[in-house]
């Protein structure tokens, strides 16, 4: 069982004082006698501890930055929505594969932004833009928002900001299961809560620091249960030994837990493994000790933007795990809603 997070070490830039949030946050950590550094802008940030940077990739991600979201421009994020929301960047989350690694380079500590109203403003003004167009936000394009949500409550905020709204929509996926303090929500079915689920082994072996799988599964019903509409990111569909078996039970789990009415309109997001070289070269610095297949001989090679391809499963073992995924989901979610295999 992981803990919810808590940091070691926490940075404020001193301007974050100056909003309730930063405040609020600068309290919480002082009465829990959690060192509190600061700093006049997150690029500072330096000298964590450690001897090395192994040591000092594990205190990162166990750094919180307080500070100030200062470009209010918002990335686009297709497909599945029209734009990231930044309210928080980084993770405190081991998984071996994560895509963090190498977007957030040497900058993995986990930042959080106290101007929340400032980047939902922004928000009002992209939608207002696209009336009568419903405008869609991602907000975990950058981060694992749900993961630190517990301190911040920033997430909680949005849902209900976007629930008085008549154009927004909310989305965000995690790996976490502290979801309790966002149950009683106002989201007026404006967001939608999506489930990073995986087969055991694939939680067990390489999704260190995040929830186990029952967590997330319990957490899934109580999140249902509060009326949320609810998807599941399937991702990365990794082949192990036994690996339809543990999917199968994967979708097994899921159904028992929810009711009959919450299956209704799931949606389903497939992603199968795959890894760039760069990224490879990161996963095995971080995670020198990890079992993930990361052999290009056993994978097909696809162009990918800015000339850095993917290395992806090989036509036929795609095929083979994009069917038997599909048919567990026709079998165990007849009424759920597949949006995309990659
Ligand atoms: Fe990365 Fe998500 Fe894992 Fe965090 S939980 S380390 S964001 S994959």
Known sequence: MVRPFMPQLVYFEPKALEYPLGEELFKKF??????????????????????????????????LVVGLRKTLKFDTSKPSAEYAIPFATGCMGHCHYCYLQTTMGNKPYIRTYVNVEEILESAQQYMEERAPEITRFEASCTSDIVGIDHLTHTLKRAIEYFGKTDLGRLRFVTKFNNVDHLL?????????FRFSMNADYVIKYFEPGTSRLHERIEAAGKVAKAGYPLGFIIAPIYLFDGWQEGYKKLFEQLSAELAEDAKEGITFELIQHRFTKPAKRVIEKNYPMTKLELDEEKRRYKWGKYGIGKYIYPKEEETEMKDTLFNYIQTYFPKGKIEYFT
């Open 30 to 63: 002082r009465d829990k006698d959690i060192e509190i550094r600061y700093t006049t802008s997150h690029n500072q940030v330096r000298n964590l501890p450690g001897e090395n940077d192994f040591q000092r990739y594990r205190m990162a991600k166990s750094t």
């Open 184 to 192: 009683d929500a106002k989201h007026n079915g404006r967001t939608r």
